[in-house]
């Protein structure tokens, strides 16, 4: 399927029995959906950004899963394109705050799901569904935690992905005689950067087109100068932003700019990550969704990865989870949507076509690739850090600061400014929670 036909079929389809009757010829909004959803009797509308080639087919294969037990469910893929959710919660506040909730939403545990979704009253509790499925017993308690509040949890993580990922291509690395080992330093990114800018090769494949691979970017380089008891304590508020090793991330970072390709402002992440796959870059800093376009495009022996320079010794935790709106139109499907996914099947299913591991500890590690099985070691033994750039770290305000000042940076790589916006989005935000 070409990208532009998988992200129609999947941008708003209704599935049933695993064949998808495309509703766009209704000419729906963004509200038409739930529209649909409340007209249709016994569906089931499902939010998320999964359009991409590696995310849509993993999307389905939980969609496979919840029709094999309710097969007579008709499901909504309500999915808005953008990676990182870029447009997709836009989109969903909109339909929150207007009361149209889908059935349930994907988002990241922590505080993207707390300050935005559960604080102001749009989830319910699934408390009961973390005793009936005893959840709690098969998962992380960290990961529990960052799904509860005061006493009551509010999503289920169905994905845990790592976002200090830097994917390379290796025949593209033979080609230049570079040697990429078990994990790399930022000064050998700089050199194996400067053998492919020789030979004309952009190094580092950046997508700004949805603008979180800046800050993303920006996040993991600041993870490898500053270590992750330092990253902690910024985004924590404990240390200031002026901290001479944000300095100095930066620096690197701006220095990293000066190698990629020139046209990133029109590239979204999945095709900057075909850019590595197909040899027209070396290297790709990226969660392990694009593991996801690995698979999907069946590159498996021919993509590399270490951490993103300096990061080894740290995982960033981008965990995907979905929850149960107040006022689902179709609360019973909704419960048995999210019963779906807390389940050992549906997690072994999903994630290795999605290239996170399963939040569940109790999945069959045979089943996954040598890739998933390195996340899983990197998970158990590495320092858990949250991501900014995926809304698990910080308040929804700053995260937007963040990216608003990385997106100016990746372009006028101008330290200083970098610096202030940070400092003022941080003093903003201790204002706000004083
Ligand atoms: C992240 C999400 C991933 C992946 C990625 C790119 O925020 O957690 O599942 O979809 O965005 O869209």
Partial sequence: MTKAMTSRASRRGVLKGGTALGLGAIGLGPLGSSVTAAQAEDALEVFSWWT?????????????????????????????????????????????????????????????????????GYCEPI?????????????????????????????????????????????????????????MSVDEFFAAADTLKAAGIP?????????????????????????PETYNALFRGETSWDDPGVREAADAYARMLDYVNEDFSALSWDQAMALVIEGGAGFNSMGDWAYGEVVARNAQDNIGWVSHPGTAGSFVLVVDSFTLPVG???????????????????????????????????VNRDIFSPYHQWSMDSFANDALVPSCAHGQASSPAFKQAFY?????????????????MLSDAAAMDAEATA
């Fill in 404 to 420: 608003d000042a990385s997106t100016a940076f990746v372009t006028d790589k101008d330290v200083d400014t970098y610096i202030a």
């Fill in 127 to 183: 408390t009961d569904l973390y005793t009936s499925e005893g959840w709690a017993d098969v998962m992380p308690a960290g990961l529990v935690e960052q799904a509860t509040w005061e006493s009551e949890q509010y999503s289920i993580p169905v994905g845990v992905h790592r976002g200090n990922g830097f994917w390379y291509n290796k025949q593209v690395m033979a080609d230049n005689g570079i040697e990429v080992a078990d994990t």
């Fill in 203 to 227: 190094a580092l494949a950046l997508a700004m087109k949805d603008t979180f691979p800046g800050a993303q970017t920006f996040e993991n380089t600041l993870l490898g100068v500053v270590g």
């Fill in 52 to 120: 991409s080639p590696g995310e849509a087919p993993a999307l389905q294969a939980l969609f496979d899963a919840f029709l094999a037990a309710h097969p007579d469910v008709e499901i909504i893929n309500a999915a808005v394109a953008g990676g990182a959710g870029v447009n997709a919660i836009a989109v969903l506040q909109t339909r929150l705050q207007g009361s149209q909730p889908p059935d349930s939403w994907q988002t990241h545990i922590g505080r993207e799901l707390i300050d935005q979704y559960v604080v102001p």
């Fill in 328 to 362: 689902a139109p179709h609360p019973e499907n909704a419960r048995n949507w999210l019963t779906i996914l807390g389940s050992k099947e549906a997690q072994e299913a999903f994630n290795p076509l999605k290239g996170s591991i399963a939040p569940r500890t109790d």
